[in-house]
Nanobody, 126 residues
Framework: QVQLVEYGGGLVQPRGSLRLSCVAS????????MGWYRQAPGKERELVAT???????KYADFGKGRFTISRDNLQCTVYLQMNSLKPEDTAVYYC????????????????????WGQGTQVAVSS
């Protein structure tokens, strides 16, 4: 079994920054593609960013130029640096990981990930 735990959420003012971390632990046989998703109240869970083991990245349009995803393969950890935050970025942010095989695509849907974290709340408000 694999556990994902997110860290770094909180309350931040508009135009502020936050850095989220997600650490994987447990019986990790393969640390493949990892991603960040978010879900605002009353809305569907949506993709924020994805990163492969080779550090190829993909971003949702709302995050381009403001968010940066990165990873540490040795620690099976993924990060999300969020700058210039807006009130509409308020949501619960979840990390997800592909640990089976194959696991190297940049284009998995949210239904294809093997494990999810419990989420961390991000609130952007003055």
């Amino acid at each position: 079994q694999v556990q994902l735990v997110e860290y770094g959420g909180g309350l931040v003012q508009p135009r502020g920054s936050l850095r989220l971390s997600c650490v994987a632990s447990g019986n990790i046989l393969n640390c493949g593609t990892m991603g960040w998703y978010r879900q605002a109240p009353g809305k569907e869970r949506e993709l924020v960013a994805t990163i492969t083991v080779n550090s190829a990245t993909k971003y949702a349009d709302f995050g381009k130029g403001r968010f940066t995803i990165s990873r540490d393969n040795l620690q099976c950890t993924v990060y999300l640096q969020m700058n210039s935050l807006k009130p509409e970025d308020t949501a619960v942010y979840y990390c997800a990981a592909k640990t089976g095989y194959p696991s190297g695509s940049l284009y998995y849907t949210r239904y294809e990930y093997d494990y999810w974290g419990q989420g961390t709340q991000v609130a952007v408000s003055s």
